[in-house]
């Protein structure tokens, strides 16, 4: 599995972005007011977050050992369950991509109020605020996971096949 890159977050948070402004934009065009969101919304994603963090530390333990020599696991560790580790590394993937559209949409909604003639409440661009920044705080929760899910190369890994060279040689 890939690593979530920079550009991915970029790029979702530029459409979060984009559709927030939107909304916006098409909601007072219709005459409505414009969209803001709820303050549960900032709370679910810091929870989010916090949960993504607190699954991947296991994984972390599991693979780099409590008090282990040379980065081998420790004894008495619980072995990696590698299904339960992917799923924790896509959570955390997943938890990046929803925060940085998360970020974006508060953004482009921000936006759209700081560019309207008339000043808005304190209390909407607050929750916007707040939906924002805990957006980015969810991107970091699930890339700060997805390094915690990643699992060092092991020797054998650098040279494939070396174990079984005997086997597959031109003599035989």
Known sequence: MKRTSAGVLVITAVLGAAAGFLLDQLYTAGGRPTFVPTISLPILLLLIGAVVV????PIRRATRGQGARNGSRAQGAPPVNPFRAVRVAMLAKASSIVGAVACGFGAGLLVFLLTRPVTPSLGSMGEIIATAVSGAALV???LVAEHLCTIRKDDDDEHP????AGLHSPDH
């Open 140 to 142: 970091v929760a699930g």
């Open 161 to 164: 096949g070396a174990g079984d």
């Open 54 to 57: 607190l699954l991947a530390v």
